[in-house]
C-alpha cells in the first residue's frame, strides 16, 4: 500500500495530520481508529472514503455506516466536494437501520415480507403493545407500555427471538421477578401483529437482518461481494446485533475500519456494548490500531482536566489527548445552595460573561443529567430575559397532526398498517367509534387478516353493523382506496396534498382559528413544504418517480438530533448530556454534579456502571472550547421536599492543577461583613452595566455597624434565629443561598427582613416562615 499511496493525490493526504494520514492511507486489512474527543473523526472518515474512491474503488463497493441521518448527510456532502457529487451518491451511506432497512427491501421475500413494509416508531410500538396489555386484561401500571417495549428492544438486539424468549429460564424468571410474567406473551403477540401488519419496528430491522444473512447464506455472500469495504462510526456506540452484522459482513475479506472512542461509549441503556470497541482485536485479528490523539476543539486545560478524570477508569483503550490550542482559563467549579440559586448562578453568569467575552447566547450550553432538571434554569434564564431552547424536545414528527397525517401516507403505502388505520379510521371524526373498531378488529383476529381486509369485504367476514356504519366504513375505504390508486401516478408532493384535502384534514384546521389551531395549521403547511422538498431534491438528484413510500422511509428514521432547527440559533442551549454527544460549545455548564443525581444513583452498584457514569462526565466536559463551568447544589427540591445533597465523586476525579473553585466556606464568606458587601457591591455594579434588570440598579444603604432589633412583647413566637437576627448579619437561606441583612422591618405581628443574596438578589423574608441559619 506504500507505493500506491506515493502514486495517489498527494494532495488529499497532506491535508491530515501524521496520525489522520496514518489511518487514512492503511486499507490492507482490519482498523480501528481511536479518536480521542475534538480530534477530527469525521473527517478522518470522510478522507478514507475520498482516499478509497481515489484508489479506485467503486463507490457502491463502499458500505459507511453513521448512527444519525446527519452524520451521513454531512460525511457525503464532505466526500462530494472532494470528488464530485456523482461518485459520491453512489455511495451506501447511511445509518445502521436505513441502510438494512433498504437490503431488507431488496431482499423481503426471503425476509419474509412484503417489499411496502412500514416501520414502526418508539410511539407507533408504544402504541400497539399498549393495545395488547389492553387485550389481555393486564394491569398497565404493572406492565408499562414503554418498560415492555424496552425490555422486548433489549431482547431484539441481543437477537432473541419471542420462542428464544419464552424458552430462556432465567429471562422468564427475570420478568416473574419484576412482576410482569406474561411479558413473554406480549411480546409474542406484538411480533405477531407486526408481521400480520407487514411491519417492522426499529430493533426488527437489525434482527431480520442477521436472520436473513443466517439463514441465507446466498444472500449473505452477495453482499459480502458487493461491499468490499466496510467503515463503522461510533463503533463504542453499537449493540450486539450491529456488531454482528458487521461481522459477518467482513468476515471474508476483513477490509473494516471502525472509528470510535471508548472513552465516550454512554448508551449502555439504549443496548450499546463497550466490548464490541475494547474486544474489537481479538474478533478480528491483525487489526492495526490508530490513535487520533490532538485535540482541535478545547484548550489546553480543559483537555488535561478530561484526561485526569478519563484515566481513572479501569476499563480503557490507553490514549494521551493532548491540545495544542491557548492554555485558556481552568475549569471553575462552583458551588449553590440550593437548586434555585444554581440556575441562579448559572444565569448571571450567562449574562455577564456574553458582555464581557462579546459571545452570543448559542454559545453557551447547560447540561444536566436529567430532563427534570431543566425546570429551574429555564426559570432562571427567564428572569434574565435570556432566550433559551430546549434541545431533544418534542420533534416535528411527532406533533399530533403530523403523525395524523403520516399515518394516511402509511395506510396508503401498507394498507395492512393496524397502528395506522386505528389512527385515523375516525379522525376527522366520521362517526366510527370504539364499538365498531372493536368488532373489526375481533373479525381480524379470528381469521388472522388484517383490519383493511374485513372493511374491503364486510359481508363475507360477516361483519355485525348497521347501515349507517356500514356506509360510514364503505366511505372510508373507498377515500383510502382512490389514494392508493393515485400513489401509483402521483408523486409524493401531490398526493399529500390530495391527503390533506380529501379527507377533510384541511377543513377541519382552517375552521379552528384558536391560536392552538393555527398552529396546526402552520405545522401542516411546513409538513407540505417539507415533502415538496424531499421531492425536489430527489427529482435533482436524478430521481424521476418519488414516491410516498421513499418519504416514508426518510421520515421514518429521523431522531431528535436531525431534525433539531439549526437556523434558530441565537439562544442558549439546554439538553441532557446524552443529547450532547457530537456537539460542541465556546461556553459549557455542567450542572447537578451531585451524588445520585451524577452519577446516578441506579449506577453506583457496580464497576461497569460507575464507569459509563464518569464517561458520560468526560463527554459533558469535552463538549467546552473555551471555557467549563461546574456546579453543584447542597440541597435539591425533590419528591416535595428538600434534601441535602453532597458533590459528586467524580469531582475529586479532576486533577486540581486544571481546577480553580469558588468555595462559599472557604473564600468570599469567611471575609469581614464590610469585605463581603464590596464585593457584592462590585459585583452589582459589573451587573448594571451589562443587564437591563433593575433590581440590581437599587443600591440599599448599609449601616457600618448591626443595628439590634426592636423587640416587642406581642409578636408572635419566632426561632431562636429569627430572634437574634440584626442588620448586617449574614444568614444562609435554604434557596436563595447567602446574602446580608440590609433592613428589617415591623408589620403588625410580622416581622420582615430584606436580605441582599449573592445570587437571588434583594428578597424579602417573612421572619416566621423563613428557613435561614446566621453564619456570622
Not at 403505502?413 to 375481533?442: C, L, M, Q, W
Not at 466556606?665 to 451587573?687: A, I, K, L
Amino acid at each position: 500500500m506504500q507505493e500506491t499511496e506515493k502514486n495517489s493525490d498527494s494532495g488529499l493526504l497532506s491535508q491530515l495530520n501524521e496520525a489522520q494520514r496514518a489511518a487514512v492511507a492503511f486499507c490492507d486489512g482490519p482498523s480501528l481508529v481511536i479518536a480521542g474527543a475534538g480530534s477530527g473523526k469525521t473527517r478522518v472518515l470522510t478522507y478514507k472514503i475520498a482516499y478509497l474512491l481515489e484508489q479506485g474503488l467503486p463507490p457502491y463497493y463502499i458500505l459507511a455506516l453513521t448512527f444519525t441521518n446527519k452524520a451521513a448527510r454531512e460525511m457525503k456532502s464532505r466526500i462530494a466536494d472532494i470528488v464530485g457529487e456523482k461518485r459520491a451518491r453512489r455511495l451506501w451511506m447511511g445509518t445502521f437501520h436505513s441502510i438494512f432497512a433498504r437490503i431488507l427491501r431488496n431482499e423481503a421475500e426471503a425476509a419474509g415480507f412484503q417489499s411496502n413494509f412500514t416501520i414502526f416508531d418508539s410511539s407507533d410500538s408504544n402504541n400497539l403493545i399498549r393495545l395488547i396489555i389492553k387485550e389481555m386484561q393486564l394491569d398497565d401500571k404493572q406492565y408499562r407500555p414503554g418498560a415492555v417495549h424496552g425490555q422486548i428492544s433489549r431482547a431484539k438486539n441481543s437477537l432473541i427471538t419471542p420462542a428464544m424468549y419464552a424458552a430462556n429460564a432465567e429471562i422468564i424468571q427475570y420478568d416473574r421477578m419484576a412482576k410482569r410474567p406474561q411479558l413473554f406473551e406480549i411480546y409474542q403477540r406484538y411480533q405477531s401483529r407486526l408481521r400480520a401488519a407487514n411491519s417492522m419496528d426499529f430493533d426488527d430491522l437489525l434482527m431480520y437482518t442477521n436472520i436473513l444473512f443466517r439463514d441465507h447464506k446466498d444472500i449473505l455472500e452477495k453482499y459480502r461481494n458487493q461491499f468490499q469495504y466496510i467503515l463503522v462510526d461510533e463503533y463504542q456506540d453499537t449493540n450486539f446485533a450491529q456488531h454482528l452484522i458487521v461481522k459477518q459482513l467482513a468476515d471474508a475479506h476483513h477490509r473494516v475500519c471502525v472509528v470510535g472512542d471508548d472513552a465516550q461509549s454512554i448508551y449502555s441503556f439504549r443496548g450499546a456494548n463497550i466490548d464490541n470497541i475494547l474486544k474489537f482485536k481479538s474478533n478480528f485479528p491483525n487489526t492495526q490500531i490508530f490513535k487520533l490523539e490532538q485535540n482541535y476543539r478545547s484548550t489546553q486545560n480543559i483537555v488535561n482536566a478530561a484526561n485526569s478524570l478519563i484515566k481513572k477508569n479501569s476499563e480503557q483503550i490507553f490514549k494521551n489527548v493532548f491540545s495544542e490550542n491557548e492554555e485558556g482559563e481552568k475549569i471553575e467549579i462552583r458551588s449553590a445552595f440550593s437548586d434555585f440559586e444554581e440556575g441562579l448562578i448559572v444565569s448571571n453568569k450567562i449574562a455577564r460573561m456574553r458582555i464581557e467575552k462579546h459571545a452570543d447566547y448559542s454559545d453557551f450550553a447547560i447540561l444536566y443529567r436529567t430532563n427534570a432538571q431543566s425546570r429551574v434554569f429555564e426559570e432562571a434564564l427567564r428572569k434574565n430575559n435570556i432566550p433559551y431552547k430546549i434541545y431533544g424536545g418534542l420533534s416535528f414528527y411527532q406533533r399530533k397532526e403530523i403523525k395524523d397525517i403520516i399515518s394516511y401516507f402509511r395506510l396508503i403505502v401498507n394498507p395492512n398498517d393496524e397502528d395506522a388505520f386505528r389512527r385515523i379510521i375516525n379522525y376527522p371524526t366520521r362517526g366510527i367509534g370504539d364499538v365498531t373498531v372493536g368488532k373489526i378488529t375481533s373479525i381480524a383476529q379470528l381469521h388472522s387478516v388484517s383490519l383493511w381486509k374485513v372493511i374491503t369485504n364486510p359481508l363475507g367476514y360477516n361483519l355485525a353493523v348497521n347501515t349507517g356504519t356500514a356506509k360510514k366504513l364503505e366511505s372510508f375505504h373507498s377515500l383510502i382506496q382512490d389514494l392508493i390508486d393515485k400513489n401509483e401516478t402521483m408523486n409524493a408532493f401531490t398526493l399529500a396534498q390530495e391527503v390533506i384535502k380529501n379527507s377533510g384534514i384541511a377543513k377541519e384546521a382552517y375552521n379552528d382559528m384558536t391560536p392552538e389551531g393555527m398552529s396546526r395549521a402552520q405545522n401542516m403547511q411546513e409538513l407540505l413544504n417539507a415533502i415538496n422538498e424531499f421531492v425536489e431534491t430527489r427529482q435533482e438528484q436524478g430521481e424521476e418517480n418519488v414516491s410516498l413510500t421513499d418519504f416514508l422511509s426518510e421520515v421514518s428514521l429521523l431522531t431528535d438530533q436531525d431534525t433539531d432547527n439549526e437556523t434558530d440559533n441565537e439562544r442558549v442551549t439546554l439538553m441532557t448530556v446524552h443529547s450532547a454527544k457530537g456537539l460542541e460549545f465556546d461556553h459549557v455548564f455542567v450542572v447537578g454534579m451531585e451524588e445520585d443525581l451524577f452519577p446516578s444513583a441506579m449506577a453506583k452498584s457496580e464497576t461497569r456502571g460507575l464507569e459509563e457514569e464518569r464517561r458520560l462526565f468526560y463527554v459533558a466536559i469535552t463538549r467546552a472550547k473555551k471555557s467549563c463551568t461546574i456546579t453543584y447544589a447542597k440541597s435539591r427540591f425533590r419528591n416535595g421536599m428538600t434534601s441535602a445533597a453532597s458533590p459528586s465523586r467524580f469531582l475529586k476525579d479532576i486533577d486540581p492543577s486544571f481546577i480553580e473553585g469558588e468555595d462559599s466556606e472557604t473564600t468570599v464568606w469567611q471575609t469581614s461583613t464590610d469585605d463581603f458587601w464590596g464585593s457584592m457591591r462590585e459585583q452589582r455594579e459589573r451587573r448594571e452595566q451589562h443587564t437591563s434588570d433593575s433590581s440590581y440598579a437599587r443600591t440599599p444603604i448599609i449601616p457600618k455597624r448591626p443595628v439590634p432589633i426592636q423587640r416587642a412583647a406581642s409578636i408572635a413566637p419566632l426561632s431562636k434565629e429569627a430572634q437574634e437576627l440584626e442588620v448586617g448579619h449574614i444568614i444562609e437561606h435554604e434557596r436563595f443561598g447567602r446574602g446580608v441583612v440590609t433592613s428589617i422591618e415591623m408589620n403588625g405581628n410580622d416581622r420582615r427582613a430584606f436580605v441582599e443574596f449573592e445570587s437571588a438578589g434583594k428578597k424579602q423574608l417573612l421572619l416566621k416562615f423563613a428557613k435561614f441559619s446566621i453564619v456570622k
